[in-house]
């Protein structure tokens, strides 16, 4: 059985970081794509940013990014660890959101369910 488990998210003051952690179990995400989604109340979800390993290489892959998080977010993927991880930097209260792991693992999605990260001071 696969299963996505987020952790890291919290109350962080504007201008503060996080950084959120994806930890897959029941499948190996080496060769699977990846991406952490957000969700703020009355919102639909968003992609904030995806990685695909891409058969290029096991710890980087094809980045792809939100443009209201660029430069700002940082998404990284430790393949020994089965984790995906998101550094987020200078957040800013927009940022505040339930924020969601994704894996295309095999021929399924599969999601996580979803850590809050609320950015306030």
Sequence with gaps: QVQLV???GGLVQPGGSLR???TVSGSSISKSAMGWYRQAP???RELVAA???GGITT???ITNYADSVKGRFTISRDNAKNTVYLQM??????DTAVYYCKGTLGEFDYW??????????
């Design 112 to 121: 996580g369910q979803g850590t809050q990260v609320t950015v306030s001071s």
């Design 89 to 94: 930097n200078s957040l800013k209260p927009e």
């Design 20 to 22: 959120l952690s994806c």
């Design 59 to 61: 710890s980087g892959g």
């Design 42 to 44: 009355g919102k639909q």
């Design 6 to 8: 987020e952790s890291g």
């Design 51 to 53: 990685t695909t390993s």
